[in-house]
């Protein structure tokens, strides 16, 4: 049996309307029936939806549904005719089925489906027992009988349903319904057909319709073919015009069906009536309409170039016109697109899909196009394109109508440009006037009637809608000029004669300005009709040459009074000009010739005569300008330094010329050359000041060097109270000795502009560390307390210089101990805007008078010289400072208090930095190695008897074994037959300098070529420090040496040297 979709037997099911309809008597009886014939306790008419079996009927069921899934007859639809189980409890489908376990106990189940006549099965007919069932063949042909008879039911059921639909249709409906017997005699009529024929039921009942509805105007073959139908029992549809009851005619179509019994007998007839009359007039007019639009398609088609296309733009139909105008054949036309044949190119995408567009949604488009003929001649058409629609609303074709416009369109285009051109020229016309400030007027002979544009009316400064007259229109002129103008007017009008003046006119706002008035007369048959002319403010042009005019008297005033001659030379025509001022120049008597070009040019100093000539030539060559300078040999014999200039210039009506200009610059010359000898001389008295000052600092730092030496000796040995005063004495003199050379030194440098700054990262808090150090041993000598405070916001590690920044900390926190003697000294850093640092040191000393503020910093400046007195110092240093923080970007200042104290402050660009710029930071690290030096040899070379007396006091002191040498060459000879761990070597030494020596012994390729190697010199400058550098020196000590120093980097040095003593450490230098 064929497959019957579960979705569409579902639809069927319900389309039944059975599902959750009461009891029926014949469906009970039939499971009455079914119980009776089985032998089963139960029995239902079981319908299986979706989800769920509902039961028409049941006999001893204690349900009217179950679920789905519990269902029996879920399976028995599945299935054949009859789908039985003897024994639930043993069938593994059904063992633990609800409706088994639980009420009602099924055990035996037999179950015939229920189907449609097209094949959906609605459910089962079945037999239910709480016991195993087995049915004989004679039961199961009984209950498959049974089903067949609930089929009945239920298809008895269905056709009352639909007669019911099909009377409630027919009473309703707006079409007319007859039922009539087998001859065509009136059984029934529905409500329409008693509206529209007028007759009720009651009186057609029992007639032939023909015998009261037809009428003259009724179609008798209409007549004969229904009447045909109803002898044959056949189906048939006519058109035929009634009369009603109250004499109206009526067209309708009827559509005659037979009614046949079960046996296919036609038993009646039913004819459905449709009332057309309405679309009858409507075809009607239509039919008129369209003979109406065939007659116009046809005059169109004789008097215009006609097309038409189906609905994709393909032509199907033209006229002779078409082909005529467009060059092709019928045949080469059909079956193409307009634009494939007749495109030009020269109409945009965008013109096209607009008009595709229109007609697409139906609607008439309309415009012109330019097409190209077959031969390649273009055309104009006024094309209007109507779309026309089918009965579905559809397009079904395009019909073209063309028009040619050939001639129209080139009428047009001459036209336009004839317009385009006479524009153009109006508009040059008037920009040039509006440009050129021109207006124009006239005046009419006849009345005297002066007219005026907007720019003559705005020269005259009067509104736009001002009217002059002819005795207004005079009176503008300035008093002078009436009688000029009126004289030329009246002149040209007799004379004919135009007339050019510039004249001053004072306008509407009493302006003087000047004017440009030009005009001429215009005849008329020999007569004068009216003047012309134009008007223009020249006042502007008038003034720049008035300007030129000034200016060229005061050139010539000046270039008269300063000696500068003007020149012009035409290199190709050997033309030139000297005026007076080049003339007196070159020393050319006032009653002599200008000399000829050769002349002057062998005039010009053999030196510079090549270079002079090729200078102009290529300036004439390259159009550009000449600068040069010469000397030339005047007349009396003597040179003259000259200097000319001049520029290409092209002239309208020769060649080109250079003009310039020629100055004598020898007293410039002189005077640049004395104050170049001036430059050397300074240079060489400064140099000689460096040298001087150099020397002066050896000089006297050597001797220094025994002094402060010798004091640090003797503070080794054992002395009384008085004999360390003593000594403290000369070490403290000696010393500000050594600061007043330092500081005479550092203001050498900045005056010089010799002094560098370095820019490299350091540790604030380990340099305010190191000043607080410094200073503290003075500060508790007097009793003072030292405070330091550094803001957290100050960066740790800062890129600047840290040995100035040191020195001018030093300097003014010692100040603040020297000047104050009781109280405190603070210093406070603290971060400003930006990268600044701002320091500021104050102090609770006698402060300072206000009058002494202003030259606090400057060089040997202090308060009052009773401070000179009291407290020493040479003035130097707070210059120093302030020139120092004014190189490295910053300020400085000073508050102070008489009586209370004073505050110094300076404020310094200090950039943050890393630790990894730290690190790129060259650094002496260093580790205490302990006294036992036993066993360390030392060279030390000095051709100075006191310093070496002084060093070999200090390091035997501490465990040193020293030898000495007095110069480079006796050093080289105790290195070559000794073992040193170190050398201390002087720069500055006859017969073998000590640079020298380092350099040999760092050349030497021998065992001690890399000894450590200290160099040492009374020089403190930067050229010292980078030649101890270059010569590969291991480090340098300044004069006057400072032992600590000395004794540290020697530990650091020979830490590791043979024989060393124990708790060594190691460094080196970074």
């Not at 403190?1020 to 004794?1047: H, M, Q, S, W």
Request: hydrophobic letters at 40%; a negative charge.
């Amino acid at each position: 049996m064929p497959e019957i979709c579960e979705e569409d037997r579902l639809a069927a099911l319900h389309a039944l309307g059975l599902l959750d309809t009461g009891v029926e008597a014949g469906y009970e009886a039939i499971t009455d029936l079914v119980t009776a014939v089985t032998g089963a306790r139960m029995a239902a008419v079981s319908l299986v939806d979706r989800d769920r079996q509902w039961f028409k009927s049941a006999v001893n069921l204690p349900a009217r549904e179950t679920p789905r899934s519990w269902a029996f007859c879920h399976h028995a639809i599945q299935q054949g005719d009859v789908y039985e189980v003897h024994d639930a409890r043993t069938n593994p489908l059904f063992a633990d089925n609800p409706l088994v376990t639980g009420e009602p106990h099924i055990r035996g189940y037999a179950g015939v489906p229920i189907s449609l006549p097209t094949g959906e099965k609605l459910g089962t007919l079945c037999a239910i027992h709480d016991a195993p069932l087995a049915l004989d063949e004679s039961a199961r042909n009984r209950l498959i009988s049974l089903a067949r008879m609930i089929e009945e039911l239920i298809r008895e059921r269905t056709d009352a349903r639909e007669h019911e639909r099909l009377a409630l249709v027919a009473r309703h409906t707006h079409n007319s319904v007859v039922i009539t017997d087998r001859d065509g005699v009136i059984d029934w009529v529905n409500p329409a057909f008693e509206r529209l024929s007028g007759y009720t039921l009651a009186e057609v009942r029992g007639r032939l319709p023909g015998t009261f509805l037809l009428c003259p105007n009724s179609d008798p073959g209409a007549i004969k073919t229904l009447a045909a139908a109803v002898r044959e029992g056949t189906e048939c549809q006519v058109e035929l015009v009634n009369r009603a009851k109250n004499g109206a005619e009526y067209t309708i179509l009827i559509e005659l069906t037979p009614i046949r019994d079960e046996d296919g007998r036609c038993t009646g007839f039913m004819s459905v009536q449709t009332d057309i009359t309405a679309q009858i007039e409507t075809r009607e007019r239509l039919s008129r309409a369209l003979r109406e639009t065939q007659s116009l398609m046809d005059v169109i088609r004789q008097h215009t170039v006609f097309s038409v296309t189906d609905p994709a733009g393909v032509v199907t139909d033209v006229n002779d016109a078409f082909c005529r105008q467009s060059g092709y054949s019928k045949e080469e036309i059909l079956g193409k697109t307009h634009q494939s044949l007749l495109s030009s190119g020269m109409h945009s995408d965008a013109f096209w899909a607009e008009m595709r567009s229109t007609i697409k949604a139906g609607r008439p488009w309309r415009g012109e196009i330019c097409n190209r003929n077959k031969s390649g001649e273009l055309f104009w058409v006024d094309s209007i394109v109507a779309p026309q629609m089918n009965a579905d609303g559809e397009i079904e074709r395009y019909i073209f109508i063309r028009f040619d416009i050939t001639n129209r369109k080139h009428v047009e285009a001459g036209l336009a440009a004839s317009q385009r051109q006479l524009e153009a020229s109006l508009e040059r016309l008037s920009a040039v006037t509006e440009l050129g400030g021109i207006g124009s007027w006239e005046v009419d002979l006849d009345t005297m009637t002066p007219i005026w544009d907007d720019i003559t009316r705005k020269i005259h400064e009067v509104d736009t809608d001002y009217v002059p007259n002819m005795d207004t229109a005079i009176d503008f002129y300035a008093p002078e000029s009436r009688g000029p103008i009126s004289e030329a007017v009246a002149h040209c009008i007799e004379t004919g004669e135009p007339w050019d003046l510039e004249l001053p006119l004072i306008t509407a706002k009493n302006r003087r300005v000047w004017v440009r008035a030009v005009g001429r007369r215009v005849l008329r048959d020999g007569k004068p009709i009216r003047l012309v002319g134009s008007f223009q403010d020249v006042s502007e042009r008038r003034e720049r040459e008035e300007e030129v005019r000034l200016i060229s008297t005061r050139l010539e005033v000046a270039l008269e009074s300063s000696g500068i001659g003007v020149w012009d030379v035409c290199p190709p025509t050997g033309e030139y000009h000297w005026d007076d001022g080049s003339r007196r120049l070159f020393g050319i008597a006032d009653d002599s010739p200008n000399p000829a070009p050769d002349d002057w040019v062998n005039g010009i100093h053999p030196d510079d005569r090549e270079g002079v000539s090729a200078a102009l030539a290529n300036a004439y060559a390259s159009k550009t300008h000449v600068r040069r300078e010469y000397r030339y040999r005047r007349s009396d014999g003597g040179y003259r330094h000259i200097r000319s200039f001049g520029v290409y210039r092209e002239r309208l009506d020769a060649p080109p010329i250079i003009t310039g200009v020629h100055m004598d610059v020898t007293a410039d010359i002189e005077q640049a050359a004395a104050l170049e000898l001036a430059r050397e001389r300074a240079e060489s008295a400064s140099h000689a000041k460096s040298q001087f000052l150099a020397n002066m600092s050896h000089e006297i730092r050597t001797p220094l060097n025994g002094v402060l030496g010798m004091t640090q000796v003797l503070h080794m040995t054992e002395l009384t109270e008085q004999q360390s005063r003593h000594v403290e004495t000369i070490r403290s003199s000696g010393q500000a000795l050594a600061d007043l050379i330092d500081d005479i030194l550092d203001i050498s440098k900045i005056e010089s502009g010799m002094i560098e700054l370095e820019q490299r990262a350091f540790e604030m808090p380990e340099l305010v560390a190191m000043v607080s150090d410094i200073t503290r041993l003075r500060a508790q000598e007097k009793q003072l307390a030292l405070d330091t405070s550094l803001a957290p916001d100050v960066a740790k590690i800062v890129v600047g210089d840290e040995k100035r920044l040191r020195q001018i900390l030093i300097n003014i926190v010692g100040n603040a101990v020297k000047f104050t003697d009781s109280g405190r000294v603070s210093i406070d850093i603290r971060a400003g805007d930006g990268d600044l640092v701002q320091f500021r040191i104050s102090d609770t000393g006698p402060g300072i008078e206000p009058g002494h503020l202003a030259s606090i910093f400057d060089r040997f400046a202090q308060a009052d010289n009773s401070i000179t007195r009291q407290y020493g110092g040479t003035g130097l240093g707070l210059a120093i400072c302030h020139e120092l923080v004014t190189l490295m970007g910053g300020e400085i200042g000073v508050e102070s208090v008489p009586g209370e104290g004073s505050t110094f402050w300076f404020n310094l660009p200090l950039p943050a930095a890393d630790d990894q710029e730290l690190s790129k930071t060259p650094v002496m690290t260093s580790r205490q190695t302990g006294d036992d030096n036993t066993g360390r040899r030392i060279l030390v070379v000095d051709d100075v008897q006191a310093n070496l007396m002084v060093l070999t006091a200090l390091l035997q002191n501490n465990q040193y074994e020293i030898i000495t040498a007095g110069n480079g060459l006796e050093a080289l000879d105790l290195l070559d037959t000794n073992r040193f761990d170190a050398v201390l070597m002087d720069i500055q030494m006859p017969v073998m300098a000590g640079d020298e020596a380092i350099r040999r012994i760092r050349a030497s390729g021998t065992s001690h070529a890399d000894i450590p190697i200290f160099a040492l010199t009374a020089d403190a400058t930067r050229a010292t420090r980078e030649l101890c550098a270059r010569i590969g020196a291991t480090g340098y000590f300044t004069k006057p040496l400072n032992l600590p120093d000395v004794l540290d980097a020697l530990r650091r040095e020979t830490a590791d040297a043979p024989g060393a003593g124990t708790g060594g450490g190691q460094s080196r230098y970074g």
